[in-house]
């Protein structure tokens, strides 16, 4: 049985609660969900490996996000054993416009590039917990609880971002940041999207 998580931290960070109409058109596209998942979780281990080829001076940094990487392609292998058992077929699709607009106000400078991207695989770690907590109660047993599974590890892993960005910058700059991020990943929630993805908006 899994142990409940107190994601409230995330839930306060967020600007804006997943719209009930992603769920059901999560419900209404339970292959893609998953195959966007996979995707998912292995652009998460592809973010942190470049970000540890580009920063080796962050000790700390390659130290958390070295774990990431093992927990995102774990997570990974997980999905994609649920997709063969279910005999889902993995295609390759199209990402979400989600991840690359949340990046286009990412700084070109030092150390502001590294704060922002950190900024942003906070919020991105944040949201895909809160989806998988909104989404569980209405999926059927085994994935309810695959996906209760990783709130724990997706939690921590938003923690852990955060913490990153404050230590390349400072809380202050993280604080000012924050906000412009926060308010545009709120608008590519709540605003229109063609395809389902799992960090899509809701349908258009």
Request: charged share 25%; glycine share 4%; with cysteine.
């Amino acid at each position: 049985m899994t142990t409940a998580v107190d994601i409230s931290p995330i839930l306060d960070f967020l600007a804006c609660p997943t719209p009930r109409a992603w769920v059901d058109w999560a419900l209404e596209n339970p292959e893609i969900l998953l195959v966007d998942h996979a995707n998912c979780e292995k652009k998460a281990a592809s973010t942190a490996l470049n970000l540890m080829y580009r920063y080796v001076e962050h000790y700390r940094l390659l130290n958390k996000l070295s774990r990431l990487a093992r927990e995102e392609l774990r997570h990974f292998e997980q999905v994609i054993a649920i997709m063969k058992k279910r005999k889902v077929a993995y295609p390759q699709i199209a990402a979400a416009r989600y991840a690359g607009e949340l990046r286009k106000p990412v700084r070109t400078h030092e150390p502001g590039k590294l704060v922002d991207t950190l900024i942003v695989g906070a919020i991105i770690e944040a949201r895909s917990c809160e989806r998988f907590a909104c989404i569980a109660p209405e999926l059927d047993g085994e994935l309810a609880g695959f996906y209760r599974s990783l709130l724990k590890s997706e939690s921590r892993h938003f923690a852990d971002y955060l913490a990153l960005a404050e230590e390349a910058g400072s809380a202050d700059e993280v604080a000012q940041r924050l906000p412009l991020f926060l308010q545009l990943e709120r608008q590519l929630i709540e605003s229109p999207d063609s395809e389902f993805r799992f960090h899509s908006g809701v349908p258009g």
